[in-house]
């Protein structure tokens, strides 16, 4: 029975990441269940401005092409600041952060956390890094019932990602942490010197090659 059930389960979850592999995720559960309905507009990575991804790896995970699905630095330091109290920090990489988006729900909990981690290896392994960002541009929520950079760009700056200058890009992926808080149209306090501070970022993401993984 036990082997049957632990068969099930790698069955269920394979097939779903090798679909969208080549499929674009039709829908994500935060998407289902956001109160205000969603919009999202899919654009490949090779269609979007390639700032955009530099921005998201900029401000999300500077270590995206390096790591394996998970940065131990990044986790211990944010287990070291939320013990110490204070606003709770996240350690996820951005295929954690694609892993919980597409296959799982949002919150915390050992279970969810640890289906987080076995999506992450499987789409790290069957995906690669370019469909990762790939798709974590195009379901990560971009602002209120938004979700992805296209749809972000749209509501934004009224024109498609592929056209983002390096600030409006830099402006999207400031509010990908809160995105119901925060706006990338004028900017202010926090979120504008956030932006600023991608923004310059950008230049070195391209100059040390660390979208190396995207071309």
Known sequence: MIVKLVLAFLILSLLPVALFRFVPPPVTLTMLFDPRGFTKDWMSLS??????????????????????????????????????????????????????????WQGGGFVRKGLEAWFTVLIETLWGKRRIMEVYLNVAETGLGTYGANAGAMRYFGHEASRLSRTEAARIAAILPLPKKRGA??????????????????????????????K
């Open 47 to 104: 269609t979007m401005d390639p700032d955009m991804a530099r921005a998201a790896i900029a401000a999300e995970d500077g270590k995206f092409c390096s790591h394996h699905g998970f940065d131990a630095l990044a986790i211990a330091q944010a287990m070291r600041h939320n013990a110490s109290g204070g606003r709770i920090r996240g350690g996820s990489t951005i295929s954690q952060q694609v892993a919980k988006n597409v296959f799982l």
């Open 185 to 214: 149209v004028a900017p202010k306090g926090f979120t504008r010197r956030y932006g600023n501070s991608i923004a310059a970022r950008i230049g070195v993401v391209q100059r040390d090659g660390l979208d190396s993984c995207l």
